[in-house]
């Protein structure tokens, strides 16, 4: 062996010996295993997905259980309310409790006067096809006696005061003059007559705008068929939560709609 041979050993030997300390990553099998680890993977993604779209998912049922039918049933009942009570136009009260005032002078007379308020919008000049209606009512032994206003055909008196007064037709077995005045829903009527009235009442019938009236007879409709659909809609995108809610639900639009429309009647009432 020459010179050379042997020095170029010598660097191959120092050069093994060397790369010898490097650290080198080997990575040994098959494509189809990389395969079967990938699907494993997406199996385990997809059965905790499925996992995920089957567990119950309570708040939208509580929107369908609580907040959608409480709302539509309100609102139900509100327009209800309003149809019944007033909405369309029609409008009536009563009081009980008439107040006692100073005696009037008209024309002459001595009256005793009774002021009833009614806390209603009254319209007591009607027009076209408005109208109104008020009446006062006594009792006599075992009979009831009863004065109206015609206000188309009342003749007005003035008093002292300078008060307008219009005169009321009564029974024919009460031959007591009765008259009535009114500013806004405060109305003072006066008598001859010593006896207490039991009762006063007013109604009448003032215009509503046809888009109001339009409103108040649509709306309903349209809230009773989309309920429906809505929860059907709801079953059918995979929202069954939503759908189960609304299901449910209907109790509480029932409870909702009844107590909405029993506070109108007392608030119409005037309880």
């Not at 779209?53 to 509100?78: C, D, H, Q």
């Not at 006062?136 to 009979?143: G, K, L, P, V």
Request: glycine share 10%.
């Amino acid at each position: 062996m020459g010179v050379g041979e042997s020095g170029a050993s010598g660097e191959n030997a120092a050069d093994e010996a060397q790369g010898s300390g490097r650290s080198t990553s080997v990575f040994t099998g098959d494509v189809a295993s990389f395969a079967t680890v990938q699907e494993s993977i997406f199996e385990l993604d997809a059965a905790a997905l499925e996992a995920e779209e089957n567990r119950f998912k309570w708040k939208p049922f509580f929107i369908g259980f609580l907040l959608i039918p409480i709302l539509v049933g309100a609102a139900m009942g509100g327009l209800a309310g309003g149809s019944e009570f007033g909405a369309n136009g029609y409008y009536y009260g009563w009081d009980d409790d008439l107040v006692a005032g100073d005696d009037v002078e008209i024309d002459g007379y001595t009256y005793h006067t009774w002021t009833a308020e009614y806390h209603l919008r009254i319209v007591p000049d009607p027009e076209e096809d408005e109208w109104f209606y008020t009446s006062i009512n006594f009792r006599s032994d075992s009979q009831w006696i009863y004065c109206w206003l015609d206000i188309e055909r009342a003749s007005i008196n003035i008093d002292d005061s300078g008060v307008s007064w219009r005169e009321m037709n009564c029974s024919e077995d009460f031959r007591y003059r009765t008259q009535v005045s009114f500013e806004d829903d405060k109305f003072t009527y006066a008598t001859e007559s010593t006896k207490t009235p039991e009762q006063a009442s007013v109604d009448g019938q003032k215009r509503v705008d046809w888009e109001f009236e339009l409103l108040i007879n649509l709306t309903p409709i349209i809230l009773f068929l989309g309920y429906p659909a809505v929860m059907i809609g709801a079953f059918i995108k995979s929202r069954k939560e939503l759908g189960i809610g609304m299901v449910v639900g209907i109790a509480p639009a029932f409870i909702a709609f009844w107590m909405t429309f029993g506070l109108m009647a007392m608030m119409y009432n005037n309880f």
